[in-house]
């Protein structure tokens, strides 16, 4: 995955430097998007996740990344297990949390993370893990900081079309 056709996201596009930054910035814009939205807990469609719940999985993203980020650090080429983002909205009751504390939570997960990435040198943003998603595949830890900040842009563009969308059923 080097480039996302929903979103237009390019990989290559988002040079390393520039990530911790870029990371904050996407970060900045959620409360926002998820105060703008009527009711954040509203699903637009049955299959399609409420803002709230799209909030709550990128601030899982942000924690996941850096567990992934301090394991590729330790060992070489580690498996990176799947974060079971489906599972989470269930067993996390991603639609019962607090919207605020989710923002709060979100925005410390992504500080976190970027500055972790930002201390990172090349030797470091060369080293790889095998990612599980969308295919089992070994990435840099650089494709790892653009994977998060394209997470964060898709989802963040997701909870902007929920909120315009009308509404179907509750979750």
Known sequence: MDRCDECLFVYSALGGGEL???????????????????DPRRRPAPEVWS?????????????VQAERLALALRVDEPEFPPMGRDELVITERYNAQDPEVVLADLATAADAFAARFGALGEAELARTGVYPWPQREARTLRWLGRHTVHEAEHHLLDIRRAGGAATAGGA
């Open 51 to 63: 803002p709230l719940e799209y909030a709550c999985h990128v601030r899982d993203v942000f924690r």
């Open 20 to 38: 911790p930054q870029r990371l904050r910035d996407v970060v900045a814009r959620y409360p926002e998007a998820l105060h703008g939205v009527p």
